[in-house]
């Protein structure tokens, strides 16, 4: 089966279309993607390395003032007022009121011994002088742990200063809130959704900032290595990309990390989301508007294609028509010649019997002649009407009498329409005006629809035709009795190549293709109406005054 070649080049020009469309937009996306990442990444990079110099500040802040306030606690007070857990437990309220970050307060001797304490724990007579904490203190004059068990068995800190009085000597320590510890680092990451928190130099957290951050566990990251300033590394974990930010605090002690996962492609996709509606609403139109302008394209080629086709078929019809004319001219002379030696023997014969009057039956013979020259005269009628015929086929513009051109084109098909019992009747106003048209191709309009409707009504049928003048103009009324034209087909019939004709005969479908051109041609008007069963009438409309149309070669 051969293939469409519409189809085809629908296909192919959807194609183009759809490249010249879609590879520009598709190459700005993803280099607005790979920008958009690029600058999404550095913004990130750099609000890590901002966010941990801020908390690192912070936390450093937070610790020293803890230290601070156990050294001034320490330089302020005796051993001996400090044994008095009744002060100690108001400088602890002090603490907590104006500062913040202490759980609790306990003075230890120099043999380890908890000799005052006051807090949520019994440390009261406490041994320490086996930890290494307290050897720690008691060398170097302050003291800051990582999260330990301890006595509480219960994870947390220590700070501790050592005070010398009257020769001995003396440690102050202090339980530091984590919980605080903790709220200080988090709030550096809520904004921005990065994960926050401290690690010892084992890799073991120090902080409880999320649910899986349980203190004294050990972080995915493990032990990290100790650099200066602030180290951005980018690192993948469970298939996607995440930046970590490192500083370390208390001279090496800890470790600040904050960590945020790199964005993915739905947070890029809509951080911009006016520049993805606009690519989104690209991506949607482009085919739209491609095969809409490929329909549109289509239905011009495929109009031209059958404006072409009908102007060749036009053109053959007149050069048929021509060829017809010609041919009738020809039959029409030729068979002129032996009706003139008819017509010239019928009168030598009639004068023959009036020399022979004497003669029986002479009566009888003139009858008889006078039937062939009744038949001569009605043969010759034919040839002028067939000559008449031949020398109107151009395009000549006169004045036409319609209803006398419409007269002459029924007498060509009426015998035969006669012996079809097929009915021709006819309605003609008085009084018309004369139109400046073609007769020819008027002729030929009238005669397509005269055809075309014996054809429609068969045997028995009657075809009625109507010319009444109308404002600017001459109207010509075809109609028929017979079985109609479906609404469907209805709009179609002017189409070239279609045909709603049935039967053994083939139908080009060109006929009425050919009276809307050749009406356009002429500046008239054709339209039809039909109804199924009841049958068709179609309506001519000639100006006064044609102003015949370029169609065409």
């Known amino acids: 089966m051969p293939s469409n070649p519409y189809r085809r080049m629908r296909r192919q020009m959807v194609a183009v279309l759809l490249a010249f469309g879609l590879v520009p937009l598709l190459a700005m996306g993803v280099a607005g993607y790979v920008a958009n990442r690029a600058a999404i990444e550095t913004r990130t990079r750099n609000l890590l390395e901002a966010m941990v110099k801020n908390r690192k500040a912070t936390i450093d802040l937070f610790l020293e003032d803890r230290m601070r306030d156990l050294e001034l606690v320490a330089a ?45 724990y019994n440390l009261r007579d406490r041994i320490y002088r086996d930890q290494d904490w307290f050897e720690h203190v008691m060398v170097q004059g302050r003291y800051e742990s990582d999260v330990f068990l301890g006595f509480r068995r219960f994870p947390h800190m220590v700070m501790a200063v050592r005070k010398r009085d009257a020769g001995r000597d003396w440690v102050l320590r202090a339980t530091i809130d984590t919980g605080m ?56 974990r469970g298939g996607s990309t995440e930046f970590i930010a490192t500083i370390w605090l208390r001279g090496g002690a800890w470790v600040l990390v904050a960590r945020q996962e790199a964005p993915g492609l739905s947070q890029l996709l809509n951080a911009h989301p006016a520049v993805l509606g606009v690519f989104i609403a690209g991506l949607v139109l482009v085919p739209l508007l491609a095969l809409v302008v490929v329909k549109a394209r289509l239905r011009q080629i495929r109009a031209m294609e059958i404006e072409r086709a009908s102007l060749f078929e036009s053109a053959a019809q007149a050069q048929k028509m021509a060829a017809i ?74 004045p036409v009498d319609v209803a006398a051109a419409l007269e002459e084109t029924v007498s060509f098909v009426e015998r035969e329409a006669l012996a079809s019992s097929i009915r021709i009747v006819r309605e003609v106003e008085r009084d ?11 002729q030929q309009v009238f005669l397509n629809l005269i055809n075309n409707a014996i054809d429609a009504v068969g045997a028995g049928g009657e075809v009625r035709t109507r010319v009444r003048a109308v404002k600017d103009g ?37 006929g009425l293709a050919i009276c809307k051109d050749v009406m356009q041609t002429l500046g008239g008007r054709i339209s039809v109406a039909s109804t199924v069963g009841k049958g068709t009438c179609f309506t001519l409309w000639f100006p006064l005054e044609a102003e015949v149309r370029d169609v065409g070669p």
Do not use: C
């Not at 001569?376 to 513009?397: C, E, M, N, Q």
């Open 474 to 510: 001459v109207e010509v009324t075809i109609a028929d009795n017979g079985p109609g034209i479906p609404p469907r087909d209805l709009e179609r019939i002017f189409e070239p190549f279609f045909s709603t004709k049935s039967g053994e005969r083939v139908h080009s479908g060109l």
């Open 76 to 120: 302020s007070f005796s051993a001996e007022a400090l044994t008095d857990e009744a002060r100690l437990d108001a400088l602890l309220a002090q603490l907590r009121r104006e500062h913040g970050g202490i759980i609790d307060l306990g003075l230890i001797d120099s043999e380890g011994v908890h000799r005052a304490y006051v807090g949520p």
């Open 432 to 442: 018309l005006p004369l139109v400046r048209t073609s007769l020819a191709q008027m």
């Open 325 to 398: 004319g010609r041919l009738a001219a020809s039959v029409a002379h030729e068979i002129n010649n032996p009706l003139a030696i008819i017509d010239a023997q019928v009168g030598v014969l009639s004068d023959s019997l009036d020399d022979l009057s004497g003669v029986g039956e002479a009566s009888e013979w003139r009858a008889r002649l006078a039937k062939i020259g009744a038949q001569v005269d009605r043969a010759r009628k034919v040839t002028h009407r067939l000559l008449g015929f031949s020398r109107r086929l151009g395009p000549d513009i006169e």
């Open 181 to 236: 510890l903790s709220a200080l680092v988090r709030e550096g990451g809520i904004e921005s959704g990065a994960e926050v928190f401290i690690l010892n130099r084992a890799g073991e957290y120090q902080t409880a900032t999320a649910a899986h951050h349980q203190l004294m566990a050990r972080s995915d990251l493990g032990p990290l290595p100790v650099h200066s300033g602030v180290r951005v590394v980018e690192r993948r």
